[in-house]
């Protein structure tokens, strides 16, 4: 079993930052593919970001060049930088691990003046 716990969201201005980070237990984190999802009321989760056991990263459109996807597998831990936020980036941000599927409970990003 692999536990996965998000934390670093809160409220933040249009425009501003945000890193989300996701300490995982219960396996090294290094022979997981790790991902971010979201989920904003009233829509289905998406995914945002994910990276591979091998480094390699991918965006939803909506997202790239604004957030940043990162490991640092001798913590155990996978960040997502967040910048240039938007209201519509507002959501409920879960962890993901893989193979198994194992998720976090969420934590909440909103971005609103």
């Known amino acids: 079993q692999v536990q996965l716990v998000e934390s670093g969201g809160g409220l933040v201005q249009p425009g501003g930052s945000l890193r989300l980070s996701c300490a995982a237990s219960?396996?090294?984190?290094?022979?997981?593919?790790m991902g971010w999802y979201r989920q904003a009321p009233g829509k289905q989760r998406e995914l945002v970001a994910i990276i591979t056991r091998g480094g390699s990263t991918n965006y939803a459109d909506s997202v790239k060049g604004r957030f940043t996807i990162s490991r640092d597998n001798a913590k155990n831990t996978v960040y997502l930088q967040m910048n240039s936020l938007k209201p519509e980036d507002t959501a409920v941000y879960y962890c993901n691990a893989a193979p198994g599927n194992f998720w976090g409970k969420g934590t909440l990003v909103t971005v609103s003046s």
């Open positions: 219960g396996s090294r984190l290094s022979i997981l593919a």
